[in-house]
């Protein structure tokens, strides 16, 4: 029984961070049907910046707020400068275009922060919290895990709901040119969609390293991991990336924690569940309408 | 939030104010080609204020081109479009709104994703007046703006009978509704100018009469240019009417006018078949669309 809580607990930890991961792909297929996969290396890009921040000094806040508002202007930046000529062209484009910037930021963080392990710290305590006289595999860490994860899911869903802009941006997401018929300023709309979705690529960056090593392909488990619950959730709707997120974590960590040997079955697993629904509901478990061309 | 903080008593529930229409609409020599092939050649009309006008032809006449030229999404090779006195160069999309030029699209083109009543206040989009960051951190100036935009769209809604849609999502409604709800959400930017695309595709008859009596109470504020095949609206509607054929126009004119013109009968049938029956036979074929 034990046992049974702290996997399930742990699964949930990791699955709020895939979930996040898997978030911000989801925001940037549904406005612009690109898959970013630069996504990994620009989140650990504002890694690195918070903990060249971190080693000055400053608090671990304090370099949390400056790397989320670095990966906001990198997501922009990259959607200005970098994906605008390839938007709406063949999607072979956008993806090659993507891969290159994945590659060609891992290579740059090598070079400009070297590429061995780097300790990076975490706010809170990683010592689970004792019930009775047994220890629970819920960490003050995780509980800021989770709870931050889901502070910005709210915000976002605050945004898209409630505000002006939040609408632009979805009906930018549905009709492009209807949008712009009607006044949107689409351009602008997926410049923000894309700094949005950076910044939540990039707390999901910084939380995955929190009490763990950094070095430049340190994020590409999580890659992996976030497309496999975005597909899972159908690429195309939020609620889903978040659900996909948290079963992808539940099951990776009951195949861990149960299988004889199972950690080292972790990633063949993600990917054999990915192979799973692709064959079995190619649309993801939460696709609303018919899959669409991707 | 103190009464000073509470929106003028007009400014959200009347969004529609009576106003005499005085933008007036002309494009001079307009001329298009595709790859060679000429789409329009020295085509002129003129939307006078408060007008409707109707522009027919039979397929492929450049109809559809025509009004792609006058909200910006196709660039004439020749002519000038002058909009409230101004010439338009470099027309975009985008500018139209802020022009106070609303158009619906053949079909309905509304966003699936968002329920009836989002799709309308994206409509409303320009009359909103919170900056992006405002909007963006949610501050109470965005709130009191949202809450205007809210209201702005329901009154369009009610304005067209389908405010009883509001929460729910386009695909789910009668197709007939879904027209109703892309008007709304045209009229919601209480435009000077008004582009139909089609208006009465896909209605029934009594709807479509329905849609005729709108159209004339929406002269009294604005300018109406109407590209539609169901002849009798548009011969009950229209205050002037252009015709097109083969990316030329032949005749122009009040409706009396244009009924009467032999090349217009000529250009529908090659043979003075009235015009009637020749609009029947347009309404069922799925016209106008070679251009698209």
Redesign the interface.
Do not use: I, T
């Given at each position: 029984m034990q046992q049974f809580v702290n996997v399930t607990l742990s699964g949930l930890t990791q699955g709020m961070i895939y979930s996040a991961f898997a978030l911000a792909l989801v925001l940037i297929w549904r406005s612009t049907r690109i898959v970013n996969f630069a996504q990994g290396s620009m989140a650990a890009a504002t890694a690195f910046i918070a903990l060249a921040i971190i080693n000055a000094g400053a608090s671990y806040w304090v370099a949390l707020v400056v790397a989320l508002i670095a990966g906001f202007v990198m997501g922009a930046l990259v959607e200005r400068i970098i994906i605008r000529p390839v938007e709406g062209g063949p999607e072979l484009n956008a993806v090659i275009v993507t891969l290159g910037l994945f590659v060609a930021i891992q290579a740059l963080i090598a070079i400009i922060a070297g590429s061995s392990f780097q300790s990076f710290p975490t706010p809170f305590g990683v010592r689970g919290f004792t019930i009775g006289d047994t220890t629970i595999a819920l960490t003050p860490t995780s509980l800021y895990v989770i709870g931050s994860v889901l502070v910005v899911m709210a915000l976002l869903v605050a945004l898209f709901r409630f505000t002006r802009t939040g609408l632009a941006m979805r009906a930018s997401a549905f009709g492009q040119e209807v949008a712009r018929l009607l006044g949107v300023r689409v351009g602008r709309m997926l410049t923000l969609g894309w700094g949005l979705a950076a910044v939540v690529g990039s707390l999901s960056g910084l939380l995955i390293a929190g009490g763990g090593f950094v070095y430049p392909a340190y994020m590409d488990s999580l890659i992996v991991f976030g497309f496999v619950a975005a597909v899972l959730g159908g690429l195309d709707s939020p609620i889903g990336a978040i659900v996909g997120g948290l079963i992808l974590g539940l099951a990776l960590s009951y195949i861990s924690g149960y299988v004889d040997r199972g950690s080292a079955l972790v990633n063949v697993s993600a990917l054999v569940i990915l192979m799973v629904v692709l064959l079995v509901r190619p649309g993801g478990l939460f696709a609303s309408s018919t899959a669409r061309r991707a | 939030m103190g009464p000073l903080a509470q929106p003028p008593p007009h400014s959200g529930s009347q969004p529609f104010e009576e106003r005499t229409p005085t933008a007036r609409l002309e494009m001079t020599g307009i001329s298009v080609a595709f790859g060679g092939v000429a789409a329009l050649s020295d085509v002129s009309l003129a939307v006078e204020p408060g007008q409707v006008h109707g522009l027919i032809g039979p397929n492929g006449a450049g109809k559809t081109t025509l009004f792609n030229v006058a909200?910006g999404l196709v660039r004439p090779n020749a002519g000038r479009i002058t909009w409230r006195d101004q010439e338009l160069r470099r027309l975009k999309?985008?500018?139209?709104?802020?022009l106070g030029i609303s158009?619906t699209?053949q079909g309905v083109?509304l966003?699936?994703?968002?329920t009836v009543l989002?799709?309308v206040?994206?409509?409303a989009?320009?009359h909103?007046k919170?900056g992006?960051f405002s909007?963006?951190l949610?501050l109470p100036t965005?709130d009191k703006?949202?809450r205007l935009?809210r209201e702005r769209a329901t009154q369009a809604l009610v304005e067209l009978g389908a405010e009883g849609y509001a929460g729910r999502y386009p695909g789910s409604l009668p197709y007939p509704v879904q027209k109703r709800v892309a008007l709304a959400?045209a009229l919601v930017?209480d435009p000077e100018l008004l582009l139909l695309d089609e208006p009465a595709s896909g209605l029934a008859e009594d709807e479509m009469h329905e849609l005729g009596e709108l159209i004339r109470a929406l002269s009294s504020r604005m300018s109406v240019l109407l590209v539609e095949h169901h002849m009798d609206l548009v011969m009950k509607v229209c205050d002037r009417i252009t015709v097109l054929d083969s990316g030329k126009q032949i005749a122009a004119g009040t409706p009396a006018e244009v009924q009467a013109d032999p090349a217009v009968t000529e250009a529908y049938l090659g043979d003075d078949v009235d015009v009637e029956a020749d609009a029947a036979e347009l309404a069922a074929t799925d016209g106008g669309r070679a251009n698209d």
């Open positions: - | 909200c999309p985008s500018q139209l709104s802020k158009r699209l083109g966003f699936a994703g968002l989002e799709n206040m994206v409509g989009h320009r909103a919170a992006f909007a963006l949610a965005a703006d949202d935009l959400r930017a």
